[in-house]
C-alpha cells in the first residue's frame, strides 16, 4: 500500500519514492512507467539548463553593453568573460548537438 502522495507502488508491491506517472491508470506504476518518467526528467532538467546558459549570455551580453560596468573593470575581466562564455557557448552547443543525434536515432 502506498504511503503518500509522492510514493508509487512497484508491480512487486514494493514502494518507489520517486514521483512517477501511471500511465495506465492501473493504480500500479511499472518499471516501463518509471523508465519513461525518469528519461522525460532527464531531459527536461537538460534542456532547462541549456536555455539558462542561453539566456545568462544574452543578459550579460546586454549588461555589459550597457554603462552600469565601466570599459575598465571588463578589459580586466576579458579573460574570464571570453572563458565564461565559450563554457555556456559548448553546453549550449553540446545539448542541441545530442539532441538531434537522438533525433536521427
Not at 90 to 105: D, H, I, N, P, Q
Request: proline share 3%.
Amino acid at each position: 500500500m502506498c504511503v503518500s502522495v509522492y510514493s508509487y507502488c512497484l508491480f512487486d508491491g514494493s514502494v518507489y519514492m520517486n514521483p512517477a506517472r501511471d500511465f495506465d491508470g492501473d493504480g500500479v506504476v511499472s518499471i516501463a512507467e518509471l523508465e519513461a518518467s525518469d528519461i522525460h526528467d532527464k531531459n527536461s532538467t537538460q534542456r532547462y539548463m541549456a536555455i539558462s546558459a542561453f539566456v545568462l549570455m544574452l543578459v550579460i551580453t546586454v549588461v555589459f553593453c550597457t554603462p552600469i560596468i565601466p570599459v575598465e573593470r571588463v578589459t580586466v575581466l576579458s579573460g574570464l568573460i571570453s572563458s565564461m562564455y565559450f563554457a555556456l557557448s559548448s553546453l549550449v552547443g553540446f545539448y542541441m548537438g545530442c539532441t538531434v543525434w537522438a533525433s536521427k536515432k
